[in-house]
């Protein structure tokens, strides 16, 4: 059983928006801090917006009022809205928690 799986990426013009989600297994995210990385081509990975488990959200200069990490207790999954998408966002974002990953859902930027 995979315990993380992310969803929700794809191909968005500059400007444009996209959900992320992680749906968790074997985790409770309502306990668990959750992070949302990113890894663009030749960079290292990043932290892009984090959440803990009291529900406190934190986020990268770069993306702030731009993303939005959220939780669906219920649903056990975690998600990252991006809006107003730039080439610069383009990147493999990976789901975390307590060290283990995701497998990684690309995002591409691009008119």
């Known amino acids: 059983q995979v315990p993380l799986v992310e969803s929700g990426g794809g191909l968005v013009p500059p400007g444009g928006s996209l959900t992320l989600s992680c749906t968790a297994s074997g985790i409770v995210v309502a306990l668990s801090p959750m992070a949302w990385y990113r890894q663009a081509p030749g960079k290292e990975r990043e932290l892009v917006a984090s959440?803990?488990?009291?529900?406190?959200?934190n986020y990268v200069d770069s993306v702030k009022g731009r993303f939005t990490i959220s939780r669906d207790i219920p649903k056990n999954t975690v998600y990252l809205q991006m809006d107003r998408l730039n080439p610069e966002d383009r990147a493999v974002y990976y789901c975390w928690e307590d060290a283990k990953w995701g497998q990684g859902t690309q995002v591409t930027v691009s008119s």
């Open positions: 959440i803990t488990s009291g529900g406190r959200m």
